[in-house]
């Protein structure tokens, strides 16, 4: 069987390192037994090892540097030892010679001082001795176990965790597979501060938990941690242990925590968003938030920066809760005024207006911000706009061309509050009138006076013309079919004389020629 010597603290970073050291370059190495090594013990050939198995070999534990190992026990007469051998570089050798055991019945042994990660192949030997007469002649025989391949597991893992500024959190990984000869032991803290290490912690009641809190740290100070596991050789005469150490974690502890708190908007209008935003310092993250709006309201769990909206005028006191895995601090508060938000009163002079006519516009703001922002967009191009810092915005102006305008007041206070209405203006044209006067009233008069009498003269002379050539067709004696009577139409078929604009004769119907006397 193979021991390991038990850990012990050393003093300085020089001792740390040396262990370190130590740990990295440790190859395997011959177990301290005190039985001797047979002379019937030689290191079998690569070509006999790789024979046929005579009997099984197993595991029944695994730590980082030791194994333990089991095979059947030996029936066979002439017994004289069975001898452990290991190779590194694959089932056929070379094979390095481990130790021996001289009882039959006894086929466990454990091996220690391996290296943590590396393969091995393990194979044990079985001698007997047979024949000859006291002593001399005798034959002696060897016997192979299967060759077993195996893995030793890595070292614990170390990781550190702020627990404020003067404690810190570690917790490691153990990944031996206990049975068999190896049984868990115990661990060993180490610390390392101002190049002394001293022991942190000794966890020899508690050998199932993998992690301590170590506290009592000065902050903003720097520390190294490492954590020795120990493993007992479990039923091993003389009994022993095997110790690995794990990596080490250089650790600075935080300054003291602090935080404060601040808002994007000292003013804010009601309904306004206003953002807030929480700084821690010191300590160790992850760190938590709670915030507490109003005076005297209970403590909401949020982010470190968040957003919050009043619903009331009023002044209020915020403040912040900041906790890390290990103490909490509440920032000083900061105020914060909430003004009314902005309103406005509006009114135009008239909503259906005609080109170039006046109209007349008030707007006047209240509440809000100062200063305040207050303009009328007629909906033209144009604008009226108040004076800087005035809460109100009045003026004239007037609609060059025909349409339907949209004028709008709008307020806008110091912290981006915006408030607006509007009007719909109907502009028309100018309407067409006819100015009547008395001189007008009486030309208008007198022309159609002469307009209605000349009308009744002509009317008069065209009946008395009509009437003479009807009383000349009845006195006037006929004439031949070739001649004319005062441009008068002679009908070719009776005669008659007829007035020269008839188309048909006056006496007997027929067609009169078209020119006069035809």
């Known amino acids: 069987m193979a021991t390991a010597r038990r850990p012990r603290s050393g003093s300085g970073l020089a001792v740390l390192i040396g262990l370190v050291g130590l740990l990295l370059l440790a190859g395997p190495a011959a177990s301290a037994v005190a039985v001797p090594t047979p002379a019937s013990a030689a290191v079998p050939s690569a070509t006999a090892r790789a024979a046929a198995a005579a009997f099984g070999l197993g595991e029944d534990g695994l730590a980082p540097a030791a194994i333990s190992l089991n095979w059947t026990a030996s029936t066979a007469a002439g017994f004289d030892n069975y001898s452990v051998f290991y190779a590194r570089s694959g089932p056929t050798g070379p094979w390095t010679y481990v130790t021996n055991v001289g009882a039959e019945s006894t086929a466990t042994v454990v091996v220690d001082n391996l290296g943590p990660g590396s393969t091995y192949w393990w194979n044990v030997t079985e001698y007997t001795t047979t024949g000859g ?263 004239s102006a007037t609609y060059g061309s025909t349409g339907t305008y949209t004028a709008q007041c709008i307020v806008t206070d110091a912290v981006g509050a915006r408030v607006s209405t509007s009007v719909l203006i109907d502009v028309r044209g100018r309407p067409a009138f006819w100015w009547v006067t008395p001189s007008l009233l009486l030309g208008s008069a007198l022309a159609a006076g002469v307009i209605l009498a000349v009308g009744v003269g002509l009317y008069r002379r065209r009946d008395e013309e009509s009437q003479r050539s009807s009383a000349m067709s009845r006195w006037l004696p006929p004439v031949g079919p070739a001649q004319s009577v005062h441009g008068s139409k002679i009908c070719p078929k009776c005669g008659a004389s007829n007035v020269p604009l008839r188309r048909s004769c006056q006496a007997c119907g027929a067609p009169l020629p078209r020119n006069p006397g035809g």
């Open 133 to 395: 007469l006291l002593g001399i002649g005798a034959r002696t025989t060897e016997t192979y176990s299967s060759i077993l391949e195996m893995t030793q597991p890595t070292t614990a893992y170390l990781t550190a965790r702020a627990l404020g500024s003067t404690a810190v959190q570690l917790n490691w990984t153990n990944n031996a597979s206990y049975g068999g000869g190896i049984a868990r032991g115990y661990y060993q803290v180490e610390e390392v501060a101002g190049g002394t290490t001293s022991l942190a912690a000794n966890l020899t009641d508690r050998p199932g938990v993998n992690g301590t809190t170590v506290s009592g740290l000065d902050a903003s100070a720097n520390y190294a941690f490492y954590v020795v596991t120990v493993d007992d050789c479990s039923g091993c005469t003389p009994g022993g242990t095997s110790a690995t150490q794990s990596n080490v974690v250089v650790f600075g502890t935080p300054a003291p925590l602090v935080a404060s708190v601040s808002a994007s908007l000292s003013t804010v209008d009601t309904g306004l968003p206003d953002s807030f935003a929480c700084t821690p310092a010191g300590g160790a993250p992850p760190y938590q938030f709670a915030w507490n709006f109003t005076s005297g309201s209970s403590y909401r769990a949020g982010p470190g920066t968040t957003s919050w909206a009043y619903a009331a005028a009023g002044t209020y006191h915020v403040d912040c809760n900041v906790s890390d895995p290990s103490s909490f601090v509440i920032t000083a508060p900061i105020t914060v005024v909430v003004n009314p938000a902005p309103t406005l009163d509006a009114s135009v002079s008239t909503l259906n207006a005609t080109v170039g006519s006046a109209l007349t516009f008030r707007c006047t703001a209240a509440g809000g911000t100062r200063p305040l922002a207050v303009r009328w967009d007629l909906g033209n191009g144009g604008s009226i706009v108040g004076a800087s810092g005035g809460s109100s915005a009045n003026g």
